[in-house]
């Protein structure tokens, strides 16, 4: 016979779950139109259908994979589009991890990102900016080629794709945890090894951004058997807003820099941060708005190609230290962002690797262990596994790693 204090107890928790799905199915955010289960277990907030759909078979693919590694049974999230500074500034993220949603994640058009540089150029150089500068700004848009667009739609959907597998995977390993964009690249409230993470993320969204320069550099690549046990290298987030733009490629932030775009820049061309616009050689002469400077902000007044570091923009780093690695633009990165892209491209090949080699069934049993604590080495070093040899390991992993190209789908940019 059940207790009365138990019975009460489960008659609240089933009348909190059937509020919490009210809750969702009633919310309501300004300047949105709601689109619910667009993507299972996924409600999109856009101005118009045509703004979600970018985003519909990326996410839709990503749920799907960690189906297969999770079940069926995933944390609820909502995901905004923001086409205009208002739609932006209207999010508000607790309101709508209140409203019953564990997770919930923002993006922006290229449209907004253009609207937020010239604020801050404005910001740091007042009402002295070039008229030219600010006609090109304003006429971006609407003047980018349309393949360019489609191709930073793609590269933006892609690394929401990853954001929506950190956030489902650390709310349903970690249930008291309410997920929101400033967290994208927090994985200290993750149970799982670092290194799980980025893997189950990448093999999520289908993504490996960081393969290419791992196959450059494997002879400076760290030990597998460390890889399994480290944190993910430290890289300070550059400026950016809601986990976009953020500095260092790999899985946080867009793929390949700052705002979502190729080389980390607006479509157009081989500079960085704000040197592509299109329209000849980068847009501006040496990459950059007029004045000098090059990558990034370069050429703005002030000194330093106009701000510290040269450019806050996603531009020119500086250097902190430790050799360069063998990469285009590898000047441009600093010593943590190269260490992050290795550990990127380890943990996520990795992972891929063992889909292969083991199968999807002792994935999930890997899986399992770590969520309950237990260290990768323990569960991959069993002898019906891998073994304890990780230099056999790491060798046959390197010649997969070598084995592989863009043909399969890994490190498309």
Request: hydrophobic residues 40%; contains cysteine.
């Amino acid at each position: 016979m059940i207790r009365r204090p138990v019975l009460a107890a489960f008659v609240l928790a089933a009348a909190c779950s059937v509020h919490l799905a009210g809750a969702q199915e009633t919310a309501s955010f300004k300047y949105f139109t709601a689109f619910r289960n667009a993507v299972p277990g996924i409600d999109f907030f856009a101005s118009n259908r045509a703004a979600v759909a970018p985003y519909e078979k990326s996410a839709a693919e990503a749920i799907g994979r960690l189906q297969g590694l999770f079940g069926k049974d995933l944390p609820r999230g909502a995901v905004f589009i923001c086409s205009t500074l208002a739609q932006k500034d209207a999010v508000y993220e607790p309101k709508v991890l209140r409203s019953g949603y564990k997770w919930t994640l923002t993006a922006v058009t290229a449209d907004v990102q253009a609207q937020e540089m010239m604020a801050r150029m404005k910001s740091q150089m007042g009402d002295d900016i070039p008229a030219e500068i600010r006609d090109r700004m304003q006429r971006m848009s609407k003047d980018m080629p349309k393949d360019m667009m489609a191709n930073a739609e793609k590269q933006m959907a892609a690394t929401m794709a990853q954001q929506i597998a950190h956030a489902v995977v650390q709310t349903l390993t970690n249930k008291e945890l309410q997920f929101r964009s400033s967290r994208v690249e927090d994985m200290g409230k993750s149970p799982l090894p670092d290194w799980l993470d980025i893997g189950i993320a990448s093999y999520a969204s289908g993504q490996n951004t960081a393969i290419q320069y791992l196959k450059q550099n494997m002879d400076q690549s760290f030990p597998i058997e460390d890889v399994l046990s480290m944190a993910r290298p430290f890289v300070a987030s550059a400026v950016g807003a809601n986990g976009m733009g953020r500095s260092g490629g790999g899985n946080g932030g867009f793929p390949g820099g700052s705002g979502g775009f190729p080389q980390g820049g607006f479509p157009g061309g081989g500079g960085r941060g704000m040197g592509d616009f299109p329209g000849g050689a980068n847009g501006f002469p040496q990459g950059g708005f007029p004045g000098g400077g090059g990558r990034g902000m370069g050429g703005f007044p002030g000194g330093a190609n106009g701000f510290p570091q040269g450019g806050g923009m996603g531009g020119q780093r500086g250097q902190r230290g430790g050799s360069q690695r063998n990469m285009p633009n590898a000047s441009n990165m600093s010593k943590d962002e190269q260490d992050r892209m290795l550990f990127d491209g380890q943990s996520s090949s990795f992972f891929l690797y063992l889909l292969e080699k083991l199968g999807v069934d002792r994935v999930r049993a890997l899986l399992a262990e770590a969520q309950e604590g237990k260290e990768s080495r323990e569960y991959l070093g069993k002898p019906d596994v891998l073994g304890t040899d990780f230099a056999k390991i790491e060798e046959d992993w390197a010649a997969w790693v070598k084995a592989q190209d863009q043909a399969a789908g890994y490190g498309r940019n």
